[in-house]
Every structure is written in structure tokens, then in C-alpha cells.
């Protein structure tokens, strides 16, 4: 699921205001970039994709990668298993969060919505570990 028109009750839920533009899709590898926050020098893209890629590493490593060639001045990546249009779009859930990329670290950090891997974290992209 990408796009839902409620969030669950009790569900934690946050806007984000992005920059307008940052928006796209990507078929392969396949996941939708819903856009990027900049806040004090953090340029956080907010990503809905399958949890099945999300949760494998070879598969985030491989958008992790796809993102940051699309946009060099990433610094992190938030990954989603659905946006919402309510209460304005876009909102997200805590419950749908899979993983949060930090690029200073090269990790990427599982979280609720990883459900068995909660808490873990696995390296990024291989390639990055010697530019960063």
C-alpha cells in the first residue's frame, strides 16, 4: 500500500513539509520518494517502499543508492510502508516506519513497523563506507 486515506486510531502521525519538487517516482529499483525535508543542514527524503525490499539489505542498499545518485546532499533516509492523506497529505505513521539511513554512520536503522528486526541496524552501501 503507498497512499491511504486514514491512519489507524491511537497511530502516532506526523506532516512533514517538503521542498516542492523532490517528489518522484522510481520503478527500478521500485519505491516512491514522497519528497525531502531540509532543516538545519539535514536533508531527510521521506521514501514509501515494500517492506520486503526495505527489511533485506542488498534491496535498501539498493535504493539507498539509486536515492543519493538522484540527490547528492542527502544525509538521510526515512523509509515508509505507506503515506497518508489525512489529516494533509503528506502524513506519516510511527506504526509504518521501517528504517531511518543515516549516511554519516552508513547505517540503516530498523524501527517499528520492521517488527522482528526492531532495534537492528545493517550497513549501507558498501561504496559509501569509503566516502564518508
Known sequence: MLLSSNAWAGEELSTETLRPGSAYESVTPNYRAVGIKEVDGVHRLYVVADPADVL?????????????RRNPELTEIDFYSAVHDQPAYP???????????????????FSVAAKMLYGAWAYGPASLARTN
Do not use: G
Open 56 to 68: 533485506t539489505q542488498k534491496s535498501v542498499n539498493i535504493i539507498i543508492q539509486d536515492a543519493l
Open 91 to 109: 502524513t506519516f505513521a510511527i506504526n509504518d516506519n521501517l528504517a531511518l539511513y543515516l549516511r554519516k554512520d552508513n547505517k540503516t536503522h
